[in-house]
């Protein structure tokens, strides 16, 4: 079937993105200019995968209490690592504060 | 410095700081396992799409297309623009690593992730790059590696029991992990200027295809970080290097 094309593709092209730079760059003096910009890179990333997933819950703005458990959850799950500065005790209570709030609203009909 | 750092040293503490992503990961792999035998890929092709590409949203995504019955070539070209914030990783990273022997290199490139990146970044940022920080990239590469692929592997097997994976929203743990990154980042106005410009464009740009909206939010917290650090003065303070 095409299976064999469709992940052979695709692990070519992501590797063909993944390797080269790496191989490239370390090479190549960077301006520090660049360097100074590319630290940007991971919290911007980070919070263009977040802010979507938080306030557009299946692509729409927030109408209904349920699309909202997911921005609450994360409100906390921020106010968690900001005191404790631990990533492990901040996933789980976002995740428990997630489907406690969720089993919540199911028993209650909303 | 701490201690004196080994491979192993390294190694262990790349597995530890990634533990969380790990935990946040795990039921994105097994959504991706079910919903790959729900959209008519075969057990060993779901599988083997996780070994050899090992690439989260994107695997996703080709998933979808797969299940729509795409041409092999635009699910190949969609992942490409999917990936392709992987190379501003790269060179986001390939400074740290110029000690690192280039028979690394490719290793660590096929198994760069979201994950990885921040993790390692992170690291980068506070410690600098050790004589051994490629072992601490590898302890955070194959933990992921590890749990993508036993979690792909539950996903499989009970894709078949299970008519609605995405309806559990499980997927949700690694909004959270990544949430807790995105603070433990926030050292510097300039940093909390690129966030919000990033979080901004990625609202507005989320209607567009193939998660471009992602690769344009990047860029417009890196030029937001970039105008923030010059208009806060930061580049003043005494930096890290």
Known sequence: MNEVLIIGGMALVTFLIRYPVLALVGKIEMPKRVMDALRYVAPSVLAAIVVPVVLLPNDKPIQQPADAIPALATLLAALVMWRSKSLLATVMTGMAAFLILRAALLSLGV | ?241
Not at chain 2, 88 to 99: D, E, F, M
Not at chain 2, 128 to 154: I, M, N, V
Not at chain 2, 201 to 230: D, F, T
């Open chain 2, 1 to 241: 410095m701490t201690a004196v750092s080994t491979p192993r040293s390294e190694f262990l503490a790349g597995m530890r700081d990634t533990f969380p992503m790990v935990v946040g990961g795990a039921p994105f792999g097994i959504i991706f396992g079910a919903l790959a035998v729900h959209a008519g890929l075969s057990p060993l092709g779901a599988l083997s799409m996780s070994l050899l590409v090992f690439a989260g949203s994107a695997q996703f995504i080709a998933v979808g297309l797969i299940a729509q019955n795409v041409s092999p070539l635009f699910i190949v070209v969609t992942t490409f623009v999917v990936n392709v914030r992987h190379a501003l990783y790269s060179a986001t990273l390939a400074p740290y690593l110029r000690h690192v022997k280039a028979r690394w290199l490719p290793l660590m490139g096929f198994t760069l992730t979201d994950e990885t990146f921040v993790t390692v970044f992170k690291r980068f940022e506070e410690h600098g790059a050790t004589p051994h920080s490629q072992w601490y990239y590898f302890g955070s590469s194959a933990f992921l590696y590890t749990e993508w692929q036993l979690s792909t592997l539950a996903g499989i097997v009970a894709g078949r029991t299970i008519p609605n994976p995405q309806s559990w929203g499980l997927d949700y743990a690694a909004t959270v992990t990544f949430t807790g990154m995105i603070v433990s980042m926030l050292r510097n106005r300039s940093t909390g200027l690129a966030v919000i410009a990033a979080g901004v464009v990625a609202l507005i740009a989320n209607p567009l295809p193939n998660r471009l909206g992602l690769m344009l939010a990047a860029v417009a917290g890196l030029v937001a970080g970039v105008i923030g650090k010059s208009y806060f003065r930061e580049d003043q303070e005494v930096g890290h290097e």
